[in-house]
């Protein structure tokens, strides 16, 4: 199955800053098929980004999705307080459908 | 609006059998695959199982394969997962999600708000 290693486990910021969170997969995701996911505490996670780098309906433009092959990232810009939350990459590019550990994004 | 309702967890013993139940709305539930994605403080995220639109292709993680068994009603917009021979690993709070396709397993538009499942004896 492809692991997906998120980078950092925890990341702590300050609102209006900009975040990057990295997402490598132990081998290249057919049509980079990466998803970005946002869960706040005591909800479900929310679709932020699919093929990579496409927003999903909704989402702010401050979300950018990016990257190939192995190694992709997620940028938040100008963070704001609402944005302090993990965030999760998945794969679909085959199955077992898989995701990472999460990266922990905190006001620092 | 899109609606993603799951039902039948609780507290159950190992080696018992549990049937998870979401019921789906705001969108033609035939049009879609659909998944069941776990939970656990220490495992994060875990994609479990999927069923195509019309149940024919069904995909299991190699974790649950032989023990969990996917399926779904159109004619009831639900979709289930049947686990049997619980084991305490098996604990986790079970999100039923949508898919954006109909044959075969992408990523997941909207999620239920999951439901708990506790194996302890």
């Known amino acids: 199955e492809v692991v997906l290693t998120q980078s950092p486990g925890t990341l702590s910021l300050s609102p209006g800053e900009r975040a990057t969170l990295s997402c490598r997969a132990s081998?290249?995701?057919?049509?980079?098929?990466i998803a970005w996911y946002q869960q706040k505490p005591g909800q479900a996670p929310r679709l932020l980004i699919y093929?990579?780098?496409s927003r999903a309906t909704g989402i702010s433009d401050r979300f950018t999705g990016s990257g190939s092959t192995t190694d992709f990232t997620l940028t938040i810009n100008r963070l704001e307080s609402e944005d302090f939350a993990v965030y999760y990459c998945?794969?679909?590019?085959?199955?077992?459908?898989?995701f990472g550990q999460g990266t922990r994004l905190e006001i620092k | 609006e899109v609606r993603l309702v799951e039902s039948g967890g609780g507290l159950v013993q190992p080696g018992r059998s549990l049937r998870l139940s979401c019921a789906a709305s705001?969108?033609?539930?035939?049009?879609?695959?659909m998944s069941w994605v776990r939970q656990t403080p220490g495992k994060g995220l875990e994609w479990v199982s999927g069923?195509?639109?019309?149940?024919?292709?069904?995909e299991y993680a190699e974790s649950v394969k032989g023990r969990f068994t996917i399926s779904r009603d159109n004619a009831k917009n639900s979709l289930y997962l049947q686990i049997n021979s619980l084991r305490t690993e098996d604990t986790a709070l079970y999100y039923c999600?949508?898919?954006?396709?109909?044959?075969?397993?992408?990523?997941?538009?909207?999620w239920g708000q999951g439901i708990q499942v506790s194996v302890s004896s």
């Open positions: 999600v949508k898919d954006t396709i109909r044959w075969g397993f992408y990523y997941f538009d909207y």
């Open positions: 705001g969108f033609k539930f035939d049009d879609f695959a």
């Open positions: 069923v195509s639109w019309n149940g024919v292709k069904t």
């Open positions: 081998q290249s995701v057919i049509s980079n098929y």
């Open positions: 093929a990579a780098s």
């Open positions: 998945q794969q679909y590019g085959y199955t077992p459908l898989t």
